[in-house]
């Protein structure tokens, strides 16, 4: 594929970069969206709707998961054995249907609006239109 400063790029290098991008993206920039909502002492007791948090419920738990498949497509570019694809398989399930998502959307239950919220928002993948 070529070589950049005397690293050897394989195929998957440079879209697992991508992937891993977008994945950090998301993860940061739905922290600092959440803590400046709940920073804010007028939104106490509101959910939080506006930036990432409009496309996706969990936009920081979404992120780490592409996080580490952007890690994965790298590594697989380095050479590591393709059945490792355990490791963001298993992260992405624990953090959407074991851990992650599923223990915050019980709490979040209580905020008003949620009914609404949980309706026209993708719980995991942004953009993904609910029907």
Do not use: C
Not at 115 to 128: D, G, M, N, R, V
């Amino acid at each position: 594929y070529g070589n950049i400063f005397g690293i050897t790029l394989g195929y998957w290098m440079i879209p697992g970069a991508v992937v891993f991008l977008v994945g950090y993206y998301f993860e940061v920039v739905g922290d600092r969206q959440l803590k400046n909502h709940v920073s804010n002492p007028n939104n106490k007791g509101k959910l939080i709707d506006t930036g990432l948090w409009k496309f996706t419920r969990h936009p920081n738990y979404f992120g780490e998961a592409v996080i580490w498949w952007g890690i994965y497509f790298v590594l697989l570019a380095g050479g590591i054995p393709w059945y490792l694809i355990i490791s963001p398989i298993t992260i992405t399930i624990l953090i959407r249907f074991v851990s992650g998502v599923p223990l915050l959307e019980k709490r979040m239950v209580k905020y008003n609006g949620w009914t609404e919220y949980a309706a026209k928002t993708s719980i995991f993948i942004p953009f993904l239109k609910k029907r």
